[in-house]
């Protein structure tokens, strides 16, 4: 069974610029969520989605939003990059039924 | 709003010891926590999952044990070896606002486990 998928692994963008993440979770799972890892702030939530519909945020600026497909494979956004938006973004899948979570390998994004 | 706190921060043990690692949280409304291993610019590996209606989970030499209305948990690691050298990370799953369903996720800042031959 293939496990969450995250593409790109990494990228470089500039300052302005916009980047947008992709998530595919493990066959069967519903649920998608997305964190932010940074050396200072460590693992923050950012969203998540299930069936599509967005079910809890974290306290993150606009910039960030994301979405989630019928087929439940889902996407991140960010416009208007930040230095600080450096960090490395883990996408989760779960089942709702235990709410396990399982995690992609990650998408790492510097900003110069 | 729910804080984790991981105790030690950091961990430095010779081959073969037992250990324990710390978590704390402070609102007891929980759905489940978790526990991970990160290993250095890698994804989170799930090591164990406790519902909030149960006290403790084992697998292999890991056992973690949940005590909500203390606001704790630990995760117990028999006969350490090398190999087990990693950040320990910490999630609790809080309730919704209904109190029906899962609501957010919060972690704490990390154990970094290091363990020598």
């Known amino acids: 069974k293939a496990g969450v998928t995250q593409t790109p692994r990494y990228l470089i963008k500039t300052r302005g610029q916009q980047v947008t993440l992709s998530c595919s979770p493990i066959?069967?799972?519903?649920?998608v969520s997305w964190y932010q890892q940074t050396p200072g702030q460590g693992l923050q939530f950012l969203f998540e989605?299930?069936?599509?519909?967005?079910?809890n945020k974290g306290n993150f600026p606009g910039r960030f939003s994301g979405r989630q497909f019928s087929n439940s494979r889902s996407e991140m956004n960010v416009s208007t990059l930040e230095l600080g938006d450096s960090a490395l973004y883990l996408c989760a899948s779960s089942l709702k039924s235990t709410g396990e979570l399982f995690f992609g390998e990650g998408s790492r994004l510097t900003v110069l | 709003k729910q804080e984790v706190t991981q105790i030690p921060a950091a961990l430095s043990v010779p081959e073969g010891e037992n250990l324990v690692l710390n978590c704390s949280f402070t609102?007891?409304?929980?759905?489940?926590l978790q526990w991970f291993r990160q290993d250095p610019g890698k994804g989170l590996t799930s090591l164990l999952l406790i519902q909030s209606s149960q006290r403790e989970q084992t697998s292999g030499r890991l056992n973690a044990s949940l005590d909500k209305s203390s606001g704790r948990s630990t995760l117990y690691i028999a006969a350490s070896q090398p190999g087990d050298s990693a950040t320990y990370l910490c999630a609790v799953r809080s309730l919704n606002a209904g109190g029906t369903s899962y609501g957010k996720l919060t972690f704490g800042q990390g154990t970094i486990l290091t363990v020598h031959p």
């Open positions: 609102d007891s409304a929980i759905y489940n």
């Open positions: 989605y299930f069936s599509e519909t967005q079910r």
């Open positions: 066959s069967g799972h519903r649920s």
